[in-house]
């Protein structure tokens, strides 16, 4: 008798506990820019503002420190993070190290539906990229889809979440609402021309091919990043 997998799940875990949701909510706040880097997270109030205990919010914040989006220091309470110039060169240091190994693995054991899946979805981002009316965020969304689909069906079960933590990490504090590896039309080409080589790679089952090109796609966007953030440090002063 087969018994579908919702069933082997105890019914306890198939709601996300409240800190989590908390987490998650506090998380969006601060992509969403209504919480900046590095203001300071009162635990009263978020407890009034959510209907929570502040039990409720300790838990939330502790996961949240774990992830590293905030910073808890004792009798100073808890932070939105700030990433600095050397922790964005480091996390995309360490996803493109992880990109490649999805690349390659993906090249060697994705079924053919997968693949033809990569190669629809790298064509729609070129077609994006050629139109300048495509939003920055937009193609973002877009690339990110791409990674979504390498890191998921790489084989690899650790990877995928990994991946996505050091992505957001990279990208929340930053990019929020920006996009600033694709702002102008010339970086979203250069995108989809690294994309087009992973793809290529991937079709022909060019292991190191695709290793490679992986590695260089998130080069070519830190560079863009650190040229963005470069740029605005200097607005600054």
């Known amino acids: 008798m087969d018994v579908t ?39 009263e109030l978020l407890a009034q503002t959510h209907a929570v205990s502040r039990a409720t919010v300790r838990e939330a914040l502790i996961a949240l420190a774990r992830q590293g989006y905030v910073v808890r220091t004792p009798r100073f309470g808890a932070r939105i993070a700030e990433l600095s110039r050397e922790d964005l060169e480091d996390l995309f240091e360490l996803r493109a190290a992880l990109l490649a190994l999805a690349a390659g693995r993906f090249a060697r054991r994705a079924p053919p539906p997968d693949r033809q899946m990569l190669e629809a979805m790298v064509a729609e981002l070129e077609a994006s990229a050629i139109d300048d009316a495509t939003s920055p965020q937009t193609f973002a969304t877009q690339s990110i889809r791409i990674q979504a689909l390498l890191t998921d069906r790489c ?30 039309p010339e970086g979203r080409r250069e995108s989809a021309a690294d994309w087009r080589r992973v793809a290529d790679c991937i079709a022909v089952r060019d ?31």
């Open 207 to 237: 292991i190191d091919g695709a290793e490679r090109a992986g590695r260089r796609l998130l080069e070519h966007s830190a560079a863009r990043v650190r040229q963005h953030y470069d740029g605005s440090a200097r607005d600054a002063t």
């Open 5 to 43: 997998s919702s069933a082997e799940i105890p019914l306890g875990r198939l709601v996300k506990p409240l800190s989590e949701r908390l987490a998650e909510r506090i998380l969006e706040d601060v992509m969403s820019g209504q919480l900046r880097p590095g203001e300071k997270l009162k635990e």
């Open 155 to 184: 084989g690899n079960n650790h990877l995928p979440d990994i991946y996505k933590r050091l992505a957001g990490m990279g990208t929340w504090q930053l990019i929020r609402g920006q996009a600033s590896s694709f702002l102008t």
